[in-house]
């Protein structure tokens, strides 16, 4: 059925919205009061960040608040315990409690995880014994790189495990404040050929900015692919269409595969109303005619696309759009985790019942995938054996690059909706075991 979208032209210039702007957005799409109010509430301390373009194109407004395009924006009731709620609710009308506020903001985040599966212990790469910022080095091949104009995104969504990266606090930040840091640390480690480049998003520097940070990463050697992350596609497409400098970047992208490399736009589409737009089709082709790949990901999240039909309905309109199904995310243990979470045995169902409705070039898709501490783990099915019913899991990727591939076991749950609520069963290698610190050993049994 038709959806109501507000029009908007396509050549608009970037305009976003914050939680001072609720009260011009209710006026202009009749957002209920008790809606604004909770956006207000939790928008102090989940960031909130929207733009026309989502406003105008992808929010059906009669239908909030269960609307997925508004729950993935829009901070609202129920992704904060009701205590919290309450608190925030009561704080943010009044202009004599902004010292209360504050703190009661600070602790509600600190209780939010910011920082899931310890990226910030586990993750940081050093040069000559000192951390160098703005870097992440989990895997052999791989370094993520986060630049430091880099770390806003077009809107922001209310599921995101990054979500620290946008709450103004440098001490949940990462962020490199050049690429020096990254080409030194290229430079001593031939082992990486992957270079992603994200944040935040990466798309939201101008072409020029982007062009200062690519440009040096094209001058190590060893480095074979660069990636970009970036929901930029689905929430402005304008960048690679209509924004004054999106032939620039177009032309940027083109340098990038003429020097060798393969360029990778990893694309987050969550729903697949984010393809139905002309715009953002034409921008996955454009993309593409640089000869950069299109790969797709988004994690399943509770309220947003939860179901089977929505994600058969956008891996085919991916496919159609010439981009790559890669992968289906288990949501991570942070920020609002308990609104948005879906268990490991649901989640599992919707991957195999969307993927079954799959043509046979869709399904490069993989999941549903947790990227926990020790890598990223694919549950693969669910047998019945002599131990009982299990999960039957599958080391994707790797710190340890041994383990990658390696299938293993655990007890099967209803419940559970992350690798630490899961208990490893009895005949688990003891490398295996040793890796998923934090996951439940066999009974009897402690890794090697
Ligand atoms: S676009 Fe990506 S980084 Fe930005 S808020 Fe959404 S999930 Fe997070």
Redesign the pocket.
């Known amino acids: 059925m038709p959806i109501s979208i507000a029009a908007a032209p396509d050549t608009e210039r970037f305009r976003a919205y914050g939680v001072r702007h609720v009260d011009e957005l209710s006026r202009r799409f009749a957002i209920p009061e008790h809606i604004a109010r909770s956006v207000k509430a939790l928008g102090a301390v989940l ?1 909130f ?1 929207v733009n026309e373009y989502v406003l105008s194109h992808l929010i059906d407004w009669d239908d909030i608040p269960g609307d997925p395009v508004f729950q993935m924006v829009f901070p609202q009731s129920g992704m904060l315990p009701a205590e919290d709620e309450r608190r925030l609710s009561a704080l943010v009308d009044d202009p004599a409690a902004r010292k209360e506020l504050r703190l009661a903001v600070q602790q509600i985040r600190d209780g939010l995880n910011p920082h899931p599966s310890g990226q910030k212990q586990l993750n940081v790469p050093t040069l000559d014994g000192d951390a160098v910022p703005g870097l992440q080095h989990k895997y052999r091949e791989t370094v993520l790189y986060f630049p430091g104009q880099g770390q ?6 209310t ?5 620290a ?2 709450v103004g606090d440098a001490d949940l930040r990462f962020a490199a404040p050049s690429p020096e840091g990254l080409v030194d640390y290229l430079g001593r480690h031939p082992e990486v050929e992957d270079v992603l480049v ?4 990466p798309m939201i520097m101008s072409t020029e900015r982007l062009r200062s940070h690519l440009g040096p990463i094209l001058g190590a050697p060893g480095v074979r692919t660069v990636r970009i ?4 596609v ?2 402005w497409p304008q960048r690679f269409v209509t924004d004054t400098d999106a032939d620039d970047v177009l032309r940027l992208f083109e340098d990038v595969v003429a020097s060798g490399r393969n360029l990778a736009v990893m694309a ?1 589409f969550t729903h697949p109303r984010e393809l139905d737009s002309d715009l953002a089709r034409r921008a996955v082709a454009r993309i593409r005619s640089t000869g950069a790949m299109v790969y797709c990901q988004a ?1 399943l999240v509770a309220h947003v696309n939860d179901d089977p039909r929505t994600w058969s309905a956008l891996w085919r309109a991916e496919l159609a759009a010439g981009a790559i199904p890669y992968y289906m995310f288990v949501e991570r243990d942070t920020g609002p985790y308990e609104y948005f979470k879906v268990p490991l045995a649901r989640a599992h169902d919707i991957f195999r019942s969307a993927y079954l409705t799959l043509p046979g070039l869709a399904r490069t898709v993989r999941g549903p995938v947790m990227s926990a501490a020790p890598g990223k783990v694919v549950v693969d099915g669910v047998a019945e054996t002599a131990q009982g019913r299990v999960f039957q899991l599958r080391m994707l990727q790797a710190r340890d690059p041994r383990l990658v591939g390696r299938p293993f076991q655990a007890h099967y749950s209803e419940s559970a909706a992350w690798l630490d609520e899961l208990r490893l069963v009895g005949t688990t290698p003891p490398d295996i075991a040793a890796a998923l610190v934090g996951v439940r050993q066999p009974a009897g049994g402690q890794p090697a």
Do not use: L, M, N, V
């Open positions: 960031p960040r806003t995104c077009h809107a922001y969504c599921y995101c495990f990054r979500w990266q946008f994200t944040g935040g998003d992350g970036t929901k930029s689905a929430y987050h994690p």
